[in-house]
C-alpha cells in the first residue's frame, strides 16, 4: 500500500471517530441533589438596599463530590449580586458575583449535612470591594454604574448536584485530539519537505554537535528555572492577596510556554536549535503555520466574546492566544537571528 493511501485510510478512520465522539454527550451528571428557585425584590434608597441579603440553604444526604449551579436574572442594570456557599462550620466554599450569571462550579467535596447559600445585594464599590474581601475572586467594579434608588426584580435558580462523571466519548475526544496533532505535525513535517524545508524530530544521537549540546544543555537548566520561578510567583500571590488567576489549567500552562520559550530563544541565540537535517526554511514554515493556526482560533474568542476570567481564573478558551503568541515571539527570534547570521556571512566574505 502507498504513502498517499495510508495517509487516506487514517485520515478517514479519524474523521469516523472524530464524528462519533462529537455525536456523543460530553459529561454526564447524576440529578440535581437539591436545587430551588426563588424571586426576590430589592428596593434601594440612597444606596441601602431593602433587604440587604438573603439566606437560603440547600441539603445533601450522602459524601461526595458536588457542583454548585447558579443562574440569576435581573431586570434592569444598577445592582450587582454577590452568591456565597457556606459549610455548617461558616467557612466560604465558593464565592461569585455579577450582574447576570451563569455559573458553574468546580467539584466541591462535601459532606452529608446543610448548607448556607447567602446572597448580598450590593449597591456600590465599597460592597463590592468588601465582599471579596478574605476570599478568591475578582475585585474591582469601577467601570459599573450603581444607581442609589431603584427597585429590582431579581429571578434565581440555585442548586447542589452530584459531581459528573466523564462519558467514554469525553475521553475518545481527547484520545483522538492528540492522535490529530500528531498526524498534524506529521503533515506539516511532510508538507515542508516537498517546499524544500527539512525538519528533523528522529532525535538522532549525531544531530547535534558538542558545542551545541552543551548550549542546550544551558537551555534546558534556564527553561527549568523559569517554570520554578513562575510557580513560586503565582502560588505566593494566590496564597497572600487571594487572586487566582494563574491557578488554573491556562495559568499553569502560561507558564510552561514561558519556559518552552526561554529554551528554544536562548538555543537560537546560541546557534544550537536547529540539528545538522534541518534547514531554516523548514522550521520557519512549520513555525509560521501553527502561528496561524492558534491565532486564528482567537477569532472564536473575539467573536463569542469569551471572559478572560473563569470562575477567579484564566480561561482555558485563551490556551490558542497564549501558544500563538509564544510562537510569534520565537518565530521573530528565529528569523532575527536568521538575517544576522547572513550578514555576519557576507561581511566575512567580502573581507
Known amino acids: 500500500m502507498g504513502k498517499k493511501k495510508i495517509w487516506t485510510v487514517v485520515m478517514t478512520v479519524f474523521l469516523i471517530c472524530l464524528f462519533v465522539t462529537g455525536c456523543g454527550k460530553k459529561e454526564e451528571t447524576t440529578p440535581v441533589v437539591d436545587w430551588k428557585e426563588?424571586?426576590?425584590?430589592?428596593?434601594?434608597?440612597d444606596g441601602v438596599p431593602e433587604p440587604e441579603k438573603t439566606v437560603q440553604q440547600l441539603k445533601i444526604s450522602e459524601d461526595g463530590r458536588y457542583t454548585f449551579h447558579l443562574n440569576c436574572k435581573t431586570d434592569k442594570e444598577g445592582m450587582l449580586m454577590g452568591c456565597v456557599l457556606y459549610d455548617d462550620k461558616g467557612e466560604s466554599l465558593f464565592c461569585c458575583a455579577g450582574e447576570e450569571m451563569e455559573v458553574v462550579s468546580e467539584g466541591i467535596k462535601l459532606r452529608?449535612?446543610?448548607y448556607a447559600v447567602e446572597f448580598r445585594y450590593l449597591t456600590n464599590q465599597i460592597d463590592w470591594v468588601d465582599f471579596f474581601r478574605g476570599r478568591e475572586g475578582v475585585v474591582g467594579a469601577d467601570s459599573y454604574e450603581f444607581q442609589e434608588n431603584g427597585r429590582w426584580n431579581i429571578d434565581l435558580e440555585y442548586g447542589l448536584e452530584a459531581g459528573g462523571t466523564r462519558s467514554v466519548y469525553y475521553y475518545l475526544g481527547m484520545i483522538f485530539g492528540f492522535i490529530f496533532a500528531f498526524l498534524l505535525l506529521a503533515f506539516l513535517r511532510w508538507l515542508?519537505?516537498?517546499?524544500?524545508?527539512?525538519?528533523d524530530w528522529c532525535g538522532r544521537k549525531d544531530s547535534y554537535d558538542e558545542r551545541q549540546q552543551l548550549a542546550r544543555g544551558k537551555a534546558y537548566k534556564y527553561a527549568f528555572f523559569t517554570l520554578i520561578f513562575y510557580m513560586t510567583v503565582v502560588s505566593l500571590i494566590s496564597e497572600f492577596s487571594r487572586i487566582s488567576w494563574f491557578m488554573s489549567f491556562c495559568g499553569i500552562w502560561i507558564g510552561v510556554c514561558l519556559s518552552i520559550m526561554v529554551f528554544v530563544v536562548i538555543c537560537i541565540l546560541e546557534d544550537a536549535y536547529m540539528s545538522l537535517y534541518e534547514n531554516a526554511k523548514g522550521v520557519i514554515m512549520l513555525f509560521s503555520i501553527i502561528a496561524i493556526m492558534n491565532l486564528a482560533a482567537v477569532v472564536r474568542i473575539i467573536v463569542e466574546r469569551c471572559p478572560i476570567l473563569e470562575n477567579g481564573a484564566i480561561s482555558l478558551d485563551y490556551m490558542n492566544l497564549v501558544v500563538g503568541v509564544m510562537i510569534c515571539v520565537i518565530l521573530a527570534v528565529f528569523c532575527g537571528k536568521v538575517i544576522y547570521n547572513k550578514r555576519h556571512l557576507d561581511e566575512e566574505e567580502e573581507e
Open 112 to 114: 452529608t449535612g446543610t
Open 38 to 45: 426563588l424571586h426576590t425584590e430589592v428596593v434601594v434608597k
Open 192 to 199: 515542508a519537505g516537498k517546499m524544500g524545508g527539512r525538519v
